[in-house]
């Protein structure tokens, strides 16, 4: 959607330039990309001339407050055009109504004329009772009573004086609690002093047990944690808490209260007069029944949205790291999906991630086929050439990886590795229309195992395929809005696939659909185009393919790759219309593309400034020559994997004070959970992950990351495992078993497909800061109660 009005473009285009640091006309080219249908990948790498050099993240923000913007203007247009209909837009409230910079002051400007239902005050200035609403206003000598009298008309339905004071007194409650300025300063002030205060419903003390730290707390709404937030909603939603919002100690500190800052505005105050106690009495009850609610409800809309930005950015910088996790490359690779009962489902796919053979074994109990079992996976094993073993990291992991440890070591001459790797969303893959047309005839099951072995050989060509949501990194991401949360996770998709490039002569339409400018239907138009005509041999030839035309292939060809075809810079990221500037290089050097490919000596004596014109700076001739040097680089780092600890396979194997190695399984707001190898994950509180201050756990720490760590304490009743990752911590005492009961976190449950929050649910620190001579004194009394 593009702007129609000059002055509004431009408006909008210097806000969020000044919000995301850059220059307006930077600001205004960008938009003029994204409105074109360029995608933020592509701006960000081939439009750097463009926008002068905006990177991905601020394009991101761009992208979002852009849409935010465009509707805040939608709705503008939209306020002005009703009251002016209703014949009330004066020059005075159209200027307010056009310098309203956000959302909540357009609504509190509109509110008095906003269409609604009739009033109790609308009814009473048809009774005529406005003239002693304002009378009393204006001159509060006068006896209310006495004044009332004269309004008193049965015929009217104001049959005595108490009801036509009732009816003033509506009047003043519905002006005061509509005036947009009274209700913007109520506003900011609340937005600062607010209060924050739960109490547990009545009868619900049992059944909310998990909640119990919050049956009675108080927390200034701008300073509570977006964690405790949404533990706080989700317990209001689910009936267990009561939640207000009041101005805490900012009265009783000397300051004016809610109701004196109404009766301020009004010009109400108490100076003895006869009608004073009755208009404070209507600022008393505009703040209670009007201003109260409106601004909670409000303020908590405001406060939970910005919980969830906070929530959702979690969330996606967690899936970042897992998409982008070292890949383990092209290798055979035997796939474990472990079970008990139902069987260890086995698939075996060859360099390519092709399935080349499949089985079920059952080595655990009830049918304890142990050496069966073996011999079945050394003859796979030898028959495919496997490098590497790849454990689900679910139900009956432990005992698999102990299997896989018996096949290395029965078939030394493979010289194979095992690696745990995590089955988060495998089982949403498994039923998904996806794997199914994939697969048709083979059992669900079994898919699992297959896309088990193919995330170890690359996690984020496998992880693709299935919704971001499944893969279960985040905190709360069931308590917040699902569709901003599901637009945030599939830009951070789009980001790590466009980053890393893909080969299109072996990539799955879902891995394809991710890159810049393809939709669904295209990227299953290449996959049919290949199937029928063969491998690309160029770029170029992507132009045969059905619905992808010159617009689609200046977004998409950049990101795709072709490796040893026709033209060597196909391999690369260079862009087929920066391929000129590559040739007149070539032409300056008298050698061709295959001589100077990783020159990094030639390649760093050339002179950008040289080959620049007038699509191409040196911005982009730098980016040009650092590909060269390295073509089709790949950002992820090198692959190595965990070892856990043998003998170390259940949470009652845990001892105080061992030292294991263990991956980084989910990043929250107040520390980072890892998995240790004994199917419930350990939280290292963030007050325990550094020696020093840490702010945010990504600092230290992402998701994927090896680490080693000791445990401080095991709660194997309640399966609490409490880590640090300085080594040389003492074990905590033992926390009050009333504190650690109050943890709210689930365990974790062994369905794999199920969400890593809802299975686990994260925790949290307690308010205010850990000693720091102690990792995590009574560790649970402080990641508790966070939901």
């Excluded at 393919?545 to 391999?571: H, S, Y």
Aim: a neutral charge; proline letters at 5%; hydrophobic letters at 40%.
């Amino acid at each position: 959607m593009q702007d129609r009005n000059p002055q509004i473009a431009q408006h909008i285009a210097a806000t969020i330039a000044a919000e995301i640091g850059a220059q307006t006309a930077q600001a205004k080219a960008a938009i003029a990309l994204l409105d074109e249908g360029a995608t933020v990948p592509f701006i960000a790498r081939y439009r750097k001339e463009v926008t002068g050099g905006l990177d991905d993240t601020q394009l991101r923000n761009l992208e979002t407050r852009l849409t935010y913007l465009r509707e805040l203007e939608d709705r503008r247009a939209a306020v002005l055009a009703s009251i002016e209909e209703q014949g009330k837009l004066t020059d005075a409230l159209r200027a307010e109504i056009e310098a309203a910079d956000s959302k909540a002051r357009l609504e509190d400007l509109y509110l008095p004329y906003k269409p609604k239902r009739r009033t109790r005050a609308q009814i009473a200035r048809e009774a005529g009772l406005e003239p002693l609403a304002d009378g009393l206003l204006a001159d509060p000598t006068q006896v209310p009573e006495a004044a009332a009298a004269a309004y008193i008309d049965a015929e009217k339905g104001v049959a005595d004086a108490k009801a036509a004071l009732d009816g003033a007194r509506a009047i003043l409650m519905e002006r005061w609690g509509e005036n947009a300025a009274l209700v913007g300063e109520l506003r900011e002030w609340m937005t600062e002093v607010g209060v924050i205060r739960a109490k547990v419903a009545e009868g619900k003390e049992n059944e909310g047990a998990k909640y119990r730290d919050y049956f009675d707390h108080a927390e200034p709404l701008a300073k509570i944690p977006s964690h405790r937030l949404l533990a706080l909603f989700r317990a209001r939603r689910e009936e267990i808490l009561q939640l207000d919002l009041d101005p805490g100690m900012d009265a009783d500190a000397g300051h004016l209260s809610a109701e004196g800052r109404v009766a301020k505005h009004a010009g109400v105050s108490a100076q003895g007069r006869a009608a004073d106690k009755w208009l404070l009495d209507a600022c008393r009850l505009t703040w209670r029944a009007k201003l109260h609610m409106h601004l909670l409800l409000d303020l908590f809309n405001q406060a939970r949205e910005k919980a969830e930005a906070g929530a959702i950015a979690v969330f996606g910088d967690n899936l970042k790291d897992l998409l982008l996790a070292a890949p383990a490359g092209p290798k055979a690779v035997l796939g474990l999906d472990p079970g008990l009962r139902t069987g260890v489902k086995v698939a075996v796919v060859d360099r390519t991630g092709k399935l080349v053979d499949t089985a079920t074994i059952y080595p655990h109990e009830p049918k304890r086929q142990w050496d069966p079992s073996l011999h079945v996976l050394r003859a796979l094993c030898a028959k495919h050439a496997v490098e590497l073993i790849a454990i689900g990291n679910g139900t009956a992991s432990r005992e698999t990886d102990k299997l896989a440890g018996d096949l290395i070591k029965l078939a030394p001459e493979l010289k194979m590795q095992k690696i745990v790797v995590s089955e988060a969303g495998a089982s949403v893959y498994s039923a998904s229309e996806f794997a199914a047309k994939e697969f048709p005839d083979l059992d669900v099951s079994i898919r699992g195992a297959v896309s088990i072995a193919r995330r170890l050989q690359d996690p984020l060509a496998e992880l693709v395929k299935i919704e971001p949501k499944a893969i279960g990194v985040g905190q709360y991401q069931h308590d917040v809005d699902q569709f901003r949360l599901a637009r945030a996770l599939d830009a951070r998709v789009e980001d790590c696939v466009n980053a890393v490039g893909v080969d299109v002569n072996t990539a799955s339409a879902a891995l394809l659909t991710r890159v810049s400018g393809l939709s669904s239907t295209v990227a299953e138009n290449i996959v049919r185009f290949r199937d029928e005509h063969g491998a690309f041999r160029t770029r170029k030839a992507l132009l045969g393919v059905p619905r992808l035309g010159e617009k689609t292939f200046e977004q998409c060809a950049g990101f795709l790759r072709i490796a040893d075809g026709d033209e060597p810079l196909d391999a690369s990221s260079v862009h087929p219309e920066a391929y000129p500037v590559v040739e007149r290089i070539l032409a300056g050097s008298g050698r061709q593309v295959k001589q100077i490919v990783g020159d990094t000596a030639f390649l760093r004596a050339v002179k950008a400034e040289q080959y620049t014109d007038e699509k191409f700076g040196v911005p982009t001739i730098r980016d040009i020559l650092k590909e060269l040097e390295k073509p089709g680089r790949d950002p992820r780092p090198e692959f190595k994997a965990a070892r856990f600890a043998d003998g170390v396979e259940d949470i009652k194997d845990l001892r105080e004070g061992m030292i294991l190695e263990g991956v980084v399984s989910n990043v929250a707001a107040f520390g980072a959970f890892v998995d240790i190898g004994v199917h419930q994950d350990g939280l290292i509180h963030i007050s325990a992950l550094s020696d020093r201050y840490v702010k945010d756990p990504r600092e230290v720490v992402k998701a994927g990351d090896i680490v080693k760590v000791k445990v401080l304490e095991v709660d194997v009743a309640r399966k609490r495992i409490a880590l640090t990752r300085r080594l040389d911590d003492a074990p905590a005492p033992q926390a009050p078993r009333d504190v650690r009961a109050n943890d709210p976190r689930p365990p974790r449950g062994p369905d794999r497909g199920t969400p890593r929050d809802q299975r686990r649910g994260p925790a949290a620190a307690k308010t205010g800061a850990p000693p720091a001579d102690n990792a995590l004194a009574a560790a649970f009394a402080r990641a508790k109660g966070q939901g």
